[in-house]
């Protein structure tokens, strides 16, 4: 029974050390609401999101914005069980779709790599 609980005591850590360490003005950020989204809808047992925006703050989508949050581009990891029985491109979609809103917002890149759990197990 404890065991199973690991990985929700995971992801409920990894969002108190994000919280703890964001500041407030960055609470409702496109990375806050990446993480509130896929952690609401995929139940992920882990989930690591990291911005990369700074490295793209060249690009076109940036200077649109003015700058804007300056949060355009991330790298996501996240293993659910809500991605058994698809292939590569079904979990993108999913993942896609459930960021529609971000997207339409600024968001322009992620890069994805997306597992269920049985898929992170070593031999």
Known sequence: ?????LPALRVAIRSRLFSMTTPLSNVAS????IRQKLTSSLEPSELTITNDSWKHRHHVAMR????????THFSVQI??????GKNTMQR???????????FSKGLHALSLKT???DETQTV
């Open 1 to 5: 029974m404890f065991v199973s609980s």
């Open 30 to 33: 496109v990375e806050g609401a």
């Open 64 to 71: 649109e914005q003015g700058g804007g949050s300056g949060e």
């Open 79 to 84: 293993v659910s069980e809500a991605f058994k």
């Open 92 to 102: 993108h979609r999913m993942i896609y779709s459930l960021l529609s809103d971000e």
């Open 115 to 117: 597992k269920t759990p």
